[in-house]
């Protein structure tokens, strides 16, 4: 193993496979269902907040010198072949997008073992096997709460208030738990990565870390010079009458126009002039036991768009932020108790030709000592304080019971 300048490591050949007694395949959130299980870990980079530079930059040069150029977006994806790279895992944190869009954190991070950029480069082939060993038992202890609902409920008050001035529109509260374990996590996340719903399910595991997602919305997506965003806004219980009751809400639906809004402008930054369109507006779908508007957004890439312009334009995502996006990142950081980790951020699969980003809401990670989980929701001027409140535990108890199952 390497060390890549100040950044991050570039390690050896790691062995996936399939077969009885080998490592689990490959299972980054977006990566190509069909190679899987027969993709070999090629090059890796980490990199922290500390270390100081662009991660926008950082990220499209390390993939460039690995094969996989995405300096130019709006060029048409190559046929995908069955040999030599196939693509790459990116994650970037809630705090490296805080620092993208020039609102840097300064909360202290529940698990600092967690890189802010992980770029994970895979080519096609086995070249060996990893033999696993006995499955170790799976204890999860109790959740600890960074802060306590009267916390929650204050911080949204705060919040109203904030909104009544003019300083914000809409911000996204976000909260924390955490809970000692012992044995192996990776079950307990890859069950995660599979709950229902799951546009962005999946694993991704470095030196003493590991983040499983359970996502259903796209953060950014790109084909073929065509970019796609799919905000998630508004939320009820997965019943008949939770339902209408979402269709019917003016609050709802005025939170959630206010964050379509907000993301056509993110793509405009980087988009042809006048090609931005809203495909779908307030569209209701089941994420496990939960109804979930989402909108569709989708632009023309401009001319030479890169990945590292991409990602300075659209992290970290509008829904999990506010309006305008650089306010309510300002007050995220005035009230939140701890940094966002994992959650908030990007996680998904990139290749020649081709960006697929999921958000990273219904996400938990662990530093190797404890899990980690986060919940939250977007804040307006009718919002309820205990609302509030309850919506954010309605969305961790699904990832919570999948998490403790044994």
């Not at 980490?46 to 010198?65: K, Q, S, T």
């Not at 970037?92 to 992980?118: C, N, V, Y």
């Not at 005025?254 to 980087?270: F, G, K, P, T, Y």
Request: hydrophobic share 40%.
């Amino acid at each position: 193993m390497r060390k890549v300048g100040p950044y991050g490591v570039e390690t050896l050949p790691q062995v996936r496979g399939t077969t009885s007694g080998s490592a689990a395949p490959v299972d980054a959130p977006a990566a190509p269902p069909a190679c899987r299980g027969a993709l070999t870990e090629r090059a890796r980079l980490h990199w922290h907040v500390r270390d100081g530079g662009d991660p926008a930059a950082l990220a499209e040069r390390f993939l460039a010198a690995h094969g996989i150029p995405l300096h130019d977006l709006t060029r048409p994806a190559p046929a995908h072949r069955d040999t030599g790279v196939c693509g790459a895992a990116l994650y970037l944190s809630a705090a490296a997008g805080a620092l993208l869009a020039g609102a840097p954190t300064t909360a202290p991070e529940p698990a600092p073992t967690l890189p802010d950029l992980a770029v994970v480069v895979y080519h096609h082939g086995v070249t060996g096997r990893s033999v696993a060993g006995a499955p170790t038992p799976w204890w999860l202890g109790p959740w600890t709460e960074s802060w306590t609902p009267a916390q929650h409920a204050d911080a949204v008050t705060r919040v109203r208030a904030a909104i009544g001035r003019g300083d914000v529109y809409q911000t996204n509260l976000v909260g924390h738990a955490a809970a000692p374990y012992a044995g192996d996590p990776l079950p307990a996340l890859r069950r995660l990565g599979r709950l229902p719903g799951a546009r962005y399910g999946g694993v991704l595991t470095g030196d003493g870390w590991a983040i499983g997602c359970a996502s259903p919305e796209t953060l950014v997506e790109v084909t073929d010079g065509q970019l796609v965003t799919r905000p998630i806004k508004g939320t009820r219980p997965a019943t008949a009458a939770g339902r209408a009751d979402l269709l019917a809400s003016a609050k709802e639906r005025a939170e959630h126009i206010m964050i379509v809004d907000l993301e056509r402008n993110d793509l405009a930054r980087v988009a042809a002039t006048g090609t931005v369109t809203v495909d779908e507006l307030f569209t209701v779908r089941r994420w496990c036991d939960l109804w979930q508007a989402e909108s569709t957004v989708r632009a023309t890439a401009a001319d030479g768009l890169g990945l590292a312009d991409l990602l300075r334009a659209t992290c970290p995502g509008g829904s999990v932020t506010g309006a305008p996006k650089r306010a309510a990142l300002t007050q995220i950081g005035d009230l939140e108790p701890v940094g966002r980790g994992a959650s908030m951020g990007a996680l998904g699969w990139v290749a020649p030709g081709r960006v697929d980003l999921g958000l990273t809401i219904r996400t938990a990670a662990t530093d190797g000592h404890r899990l980690h989980t986060w919940a939250g929701g977007g804040i307006t001027i009718d919002s309820d304080p205990y609302a509030e409140v309850a919506e954010a535990a309605a969305k961790t108890a699904p990832i919570r019971a999948t998490l403790a199952e044994h």
